[in-house]
């Protein structure tokens, strides 16, 4: 009797070691939090808004690094290994499409924000372009957050619900901004509202918001068609300060500012100060992210041209 | 006698653990509750004063769905829908409001100005008629052209409807 009751009493101790040992396995798979890898700054912001602390969120690119011209390195390789998606701009904004490469050659999948917006298309060299920066309207970076909700909820069904959620929060953030966006810049006549800046970033930004936009260098800082600096362009954006008398000039946090501030020189005009564009700021500063950017950039053009 | 012991203490073991597990799940009941409709013929007029769009700022969880330029949910089912463009002093008319019960009932209205109108003020005018009457005659304002997304609960008595309201901004 005492046996019988001793084995089945150890039988039992050994199914709860079984079942402790299933539980905590469990638990280690749950608890896992998902990695995604984003390209750019903007893109790793909007993705963070969306599923805030679910998931592990890394972005390649640094605060102030320019996506044009940026080469990865065996590190952000690794990091992709890793990731259980990959989430990038697209359109040629990874110069040489390093993103893409790098989701490719590690078999990830990858989510491409700027699908889905209407695109504009700039003609150069016999080529035609679609501008990859089309963030810098809030109402685009709107559907970056819809391409990013639909591609994480794919990936993590189960948790849908919540990452829909913060993104129905932060696409009201969205609009708030671009209202405020509207409101701000009603205090610079539409004859004044010209914006100068070191690369053909704005497009979007002053479609949306009744700017004339000129850069010397074309829509990639990078070496790819319809892209850096010419001699003509150069001419062109001196021109266009004189002849429309823009009071300022500015340079983009991401670019080098040697050649707005040489333009500035030669147009006699100031330079009105510094604008995020290809990237956001570092950690701590007014610009980061996205909706902090955008502020800033807001309140500089306004100082500088009202 | 021994093989017979250790069956039965198996059995209540087992037994104990699924009579556990059971309990910790709880019981998955439908909370049920019986609601009477309310009586009369209801109408909703809705009279936006701005050209209601497709909201650029919308949730699309499914990329071929269009986002929505008006909705009206009643107790959290949605009651109208409007994908298209509706231009501004255009009357809407639902009638008759299906799903109102007796007692408290919720409206939600959400609709987006135009993005170039935005620094207006704008208005949505909801009107609610029990056969013919109006018995709730609203204005929901949007400050500075930003998406209306209001509720109001109208309070429907078998005899005489009476109403309370609440505000989401």
Same mark, same amino acid.
């Given at each position: 009797?005492?046996?019988?009751?001793?084995?089945?009493?150890?039988?039992?101790a050994l199914?709860?070691? !079984?079942?402790?040992? +299933?539980?905590?396995?469990?638990?280690? #798979?749950?608890?896992?939090?998902?990695?995604?890898?984003?390209?750019?700054?903007?893109?790793?912001?909007?993705? #963070?808004?969306?599923?805030?602390?679910?998931?592990?969120?890394?972005?390649?690119?640094?605060?102030?690094?320019?996506?044009?011209?940026?080469?990865?390195?065996?590190?952000?390789?690794q990091?992709t290994?890793? !990731?259980?998606?990959?989430? +990038?701009?697209?359109?040629?904004?990874?110069?040489?499409?390093?993103?893409?490469?790098?989701?490719k050659?590690?078999?990830?999948?990858? $989510?491409?924000?700027?699908?889905?917006?209407?695109?504009?298309?700039?003609?150069?060299?016999?080529?035609?372009? #679609?501008?990859?920066?089309?963030?810098?309207?809030?109402?685009? !970076?709107?559907v970056?957050?819809?391409?990013?909700? #639909?591609?994480?909820a794919?990936?993590?069904?189960?948790?849908?619900?919540?990452?829909?959620?913060?993104?129905?929060?932060?696409?009201?953030?969205?609009?708030?901004?671009?209202?405020?966006?509207?409101?701000?810049?009603?205090?610079?006549?539409?004859?004044?509202?010209?914006?100068?800046?070191?690369?053909?970033?704005?497009?979007?930004?002053? +479609?949306?918001?009744?700017?004339?936009?000129?850069?010397?260098?074309?829509?990639?800082?990078?070496?790819?068609?319809?892209?850096?600096?010419t001699?003509?362009?150069f001419?062109?954006?001196?021109?266009?300060?004189?002849?429309?008398?823009?009071?300022?000039?500015?340079?983009?946090?991401?670019?080098?500012?040697?050649?707005?501030?040489?333009?500035?020189?030669?147009?006699?005009?100031? $330079?009105?100060?510094?604008?995020?564009?290809d @990237?956001?700021?570092?950690?701590? @500063?007014?610009?980061?992210?996205?909706?902090?950017?955008?502020?800033?950039?807001?309140?500089?053009?306004?100082?500088?041209?009202? | 006698?021994?093989?017979?012991?250790?069956?039965?203490?198996?059995?209540?073991?087992?037994?104990?653990?699924?009579?556990?597990?059971?309990?910790?799940?709880?019981?998955?009941?439908?909370?049920?509750q019986?609601?009477?409709?309310?009586?009369?013929?209801?109408?909703?007029?809705?009279?936006?004063?701005?050209?209601?769009?497709?909201?650029?700022?919308?949730?699309?969880?499914?990329?071929?769905?269009?986002?929505?330029?008006?909705?009206?949910?009643?107790?959290?089912?949605e009651?109208?829908?409007?994908?298209?463009?509706?231009?501004?002093?255009?009357?809407?008319?639902?009638?008759?409001?299906?799903?109102?019960?007796?007692?408290?009932?919720?409206?939600?209205?959400?609709?987006?100005?135009?993005?170039?109108?935005?620094?207006?003020?704008?208005?949505?005018?909801?009107?609610?008629?029990?056969?013919?009457r109006?018995?709730?005659?609203?204005?929901?304002?949007?400050?500075?052209?930003?998406r209306?997304?209001?509720?109001?609960?109208?309070?429907?008595?078998?005899s005489?409807?009476?109403?309370?309201?609440?505000?989401?901004?």
């Amino acid at each position: 009797m005492l046996r019988a009751l001793g084995s089945i009493l150890a039988l039992i101790a050994l199914m709860a070691g !079984a079942v402790d040992a +299933q539980q905590s396995r469990s638990a280690d #798979r749950s608890d896992r939090k998902l990695m995604i890898v984003c390209s750019t700054t903007q893109v790793a912001d909007f993705t #963070r808004q969306v599923v805030g602390d679910r998931c592990q969120v890394h972005c390649i690119l640094a605060p102030g690094a320019d996506p044009h011209t940026y080469m990865p390195t065996p590190g952000d390789a690794q990091m992709t290994a890793k !990731a259980d998606l990959c989430i +990038q701009n697209g359109w040629h904004l990874e110069g040489k499409n390093w993103m893409s490469t790098l989701a490719k050659d590690a078999g990830k999948p990858i $989510v491409t924000c700027a699908d889905g917006v209407q695109p504009i298309e700039l003609e150069t060299q016999g080529e035609k372009i #679609r501008d990859p920066h089309t963030w810098l309207a809030p109402k685009n !970076a709107a559907v970056y957050v819809n391409n990013i909700v #639909r591609g994480v909820a794919k990936l993590d069904p189960a948790n849908k619900a919540d990452y829909e959620a913060r993104a129905k929060l932060y696409l009201q953030q969205l609009r708030v901004l671009d209202s405020w966006i509207r409101e701000q810049f009603n205090v610079i006549p539409p004859a004044k509202r010209i914006l100068v800046t070191s690369h053909d970033a704005f497009n979007y930004f002053s +479609q949306e918001y009744g700017f004339k936009n000129q850069a010397p260098v074309g829509w990639s800082t990078g070496s790819e068609v319809g892209a850096g600096m010419t001699p003509e362009r150069f001419k062109a954006v001196v021109n266009s300060i004189r002849s429309f008398g823009v009071k300022a000039v500015f340079v983009e946090t991401s670019v080098n500012p040697k050649l707005v501030r040489e333009i500035a020189r030669e147009a006699g005009v100031e $330079v009105g100060g510094e604008l995020y564009s290809d @990237s956001m700021g570092p950690a701590g @500063s007014a610009g980061e992210s996205y909706i902090g950017m955008m502020r800033e950039n807001v309140l500089t053009i306004i100082l500088a041209l009202k | 006698m021994r093989p017979l012991v250790a069956a039965l203490i198996w059995l209540i073991l087992l037994g104990g653990l699924t009579l556990y597990m059971t309990a910790r799940q709880g019981p998955n009941r439908a909370i049920s509750q019986e609601l009477s409709r309310a009586e009369g013929l209801y109408s909703l007029v809705l009279t936006p004063t701005f050209d209601v769009e497709p909201d650029p700022f919308a949730l699309q969880t499914d990329s071929s769905e269009k986002p929505a330029a008006l909705v009206v949910k009643l107790n959290g089912t949605e009651l109208v829908r409007m994908v298209e463009k509706v231009e501004g002093g255009k009357t809407i008319r639902v009638e008759p409001i299906k799903g109102l019960v007796q007692g408290k009932n919720e409206f939600y209205f959400e609709a987006s100005p135009l993005i170039p109108e935005a620094q207006r003020s704008e208005a949505l005018r909801v009107r609610i008629l029990r056969d013919g009457r109006i018995i709730e005659d609203r204005s929901f304002w949007s400050e500075d052209g930003v998406r209306i997304a209001e509720t109001f609960s109208v309070n429907l008595e078998t005899s005489k409807p009476s109403q309370e309201n609440g505000h989401e901004h």
